[in-house]
């Protein structure tokens, strides 16, 4: 039995297993559901990429996506500018050859924005000539011409001359050109153009005159490293913004020399602005012994003074009286502006004005930007400008970006002896806008382990603004424990206004 037994299990452990049962798997198929979308909703999305070289690199994901960029109706070239080197001028030639290519097979029949940033030389002028043409033929409503060059002083033979086809082109809305000669010999009729933007050129008065009598909408004009006009008037209601950033002095120099080989100091170079609807006026950067000059600007309601004057001579850098004339000229004419936005150069003339008992003129501004680190040369010149404020309502202190890439000119405060170490706990004065107005204080972009004043002025405002109810500040740039020490210190301060709030970002 056993055998038996035994043998029976040793057979059955021979036989072979039963077979699992097949199943099916579900195969999925991949569905590009991208590539079912209409052709208009893909080529709005091909839209959002940087530049047209990138949207054409879509052609390898199917042949769905093989012509899709050509109705692409924003163009966007851009050569970087990585420096010379032996084969820079063929790349550029390569560029150049492939913007041609692309406008070839191009068939969108308007264009919302057509851009091209590169080096121009001469050489490729023809070249240039054919695209403004293809802009002007698909009726193009923002061309964007930004040129560069390595050398500043390029000789205006050199520059790419816009055709006169473009000044008599409606479709244009938007308008950008840099290191382009800017020269209508007809008139300009750009009835849609809402912005216009040039820089690094020279323009007449005339050219002036032609360019604003031929852009009845216009809303922004925007003028940077430019010379040769000495008057810009605007009887137009549209023209809302008017920017002008850097007077191109070295153009200027070239342009302008004395027997000696200098600037005659005593020459008076003015540009006079005259805009009765203008509201926004900005004037940044150095423009050299330029002086801009207010007429007519009743409406401004918003106004940036973040410039020099400054001379590059040791004789016209002690004229303080001549600074302090520009000065006061501009701020008279902007007393009535309730959004100013002053920088460094300003305030350091506002403190040699203090020192000598000189006071800006009363001004109506209900929110004021002072664009500067807060140090020694500036403290008088704050506690100035707050002085004039009696309406002040909002104080911004903040350090743009910009400041110390465009802004290097000497330290007008040098030859003064500026003691900012107790200026504020000495301080006398009495400030109507503390007492009564001031409500809103805010710190941006400043680096508040680098001195004390930033502190001290802190503590100033917390004891002296009575109707005050919120300070913001944002520390940037520092480690985290220095920033809670901060913080604490800065939350230790007194406060004359108990609904005040300090606020960390």
Avoid at 21 to 45: A, E, F, G, Q, W
Avoid at 92 to 121: G, H, P, Q, R
Avoid at 375 to 397: F, R
Wanted: proline share 3%; aromatic share 12%; glycine share 2%.
């Amino acid at each position: 039995m056993s055998r038996r037994s035994h043998h029976s299990d040793s057979s059955s452990d021979d036989l072979p297993l039963p077979k699992r049962p097949k199943t099916r798997r579900n195969r999925t198929t991949v569905v590009d559901r991208m590539s079912m979308l209409p052709d208009s909703l893909l080529i709005h999305i091909l839209s959002f990429l940087p530049t047209i070289e990138d949207a054409i690199k879509t052609e390898v994901l199917s042949k769905r996506w093989q012509y899709l960029w050509t109705s692409l109706p924003s163009l966007l070239f851009s050569y970087p500018d990585i420096g010379e080197d032996f084969d820079y001028w063929e790349r550029i030639a390569d560029f150049v050859a492939f913007v041609d290519k692309t406008l070839v097979l191009c068939n969108c029949s308007k264009l919302k924005k057509f851009v091209v940033e590169f080096e121009y030389d001469s050489r490729f002028a023809s070249n240039v000539n054919l695209w403004t043409r293809f802009a002007a033929r698909n009726a193009t409503e923002e061309l964007q011409l930004q040129f560069y060059t390595a050398a500043e002083g390029l000789k205006e033979e050199d520059r790419f001359v816009l055709p006169q086809l473009l000044f008599t082109n409606s479709s244009f809305r938007e308008l950008r050109f840099c290191f382009c000669s800017v020269v209508p010999k007809r008139v300009v009729d750009w009835k849609l153009l809402k912005k216009l933007s040039i820089g690094y050129v020279e323009l007449s008065d005339d050219v002036i005159q032609k360019i604003l009598e031929g852009t009845p909408v216009l809303e922004i004009f925007d003028l940077y490293y430019f010379y040769g006009f000495t008057c810009l008037h605007v009887n137009q209601p549209s023209l809302k913004k008017l920017i002008l950033r850097r007077f191109w002095y070295s153009r200027f120099w070239d342009s302008i020399e004395d027997e000696e080989g200098g600037i005659d100091n005593e020459h008076d170079f003015t540009i006079e602005i005259s805009a009765s609807h203008l509201q926004s006026l900005e004037i940044s950067g150095s423009f050299w012994i330029m002086c801009c000059l207010l007429a007519d600007v009743s409406s401004l309601a918003d106004a940036t003074l973040n410039c020099n004057f400054e001379c590059y001579d040791d004789h016209c850098h002690h004229d303080y009286e001549w600074y302090q004339n520009i000065l006061r000229l501009l701020l008279r004419h902007l007393v009535h502006v309730k959004k100013l936005t002053l920088g460094s150069w300003v305030l350091q003339l506002l403190s040699i004005m203090e020192m000598k008992g000189l006071r800006s003129p009363l001004s109506k501004c209900e929110c004021l930007t002072l664009d500067t680190h807060i140090e020694e040369s500036v403290l008088a010149g704050i506690a100035n400008i707050l002085e004039s404020s009696s309406h002040l309502e909002t104080l911004v202190i903040t350090m743009s970006p910009s400041m110390n890439d465009e802004y290097s000119y000497n330290d007008l405060s040098q030859p003064f002896n500026f003691n900012g170490e107790h200026y504020w706990t000495s301080q006398k004065k009495v400030f109507k806008c503390l007492m009564m107005h001031l409500k809103i204080v805010k710190f941006a972009g400043l680096g508040w382990n680098c001195c004390d004043f930033y502190f001290s002025f802190v503590q100033f405002l917390l004891k002296n603004s009575r109707v005050l109810q919120k300070m913001v500040i944002k520390v940037d740039c520092i480690p985290l424990k220095e920033h809670f020490q901060a913080a604490q210190r800065l939350l230790s301060f007194p406060r004359s206004s108990s609904d005040a709030v300090i606020m960390f970002n």
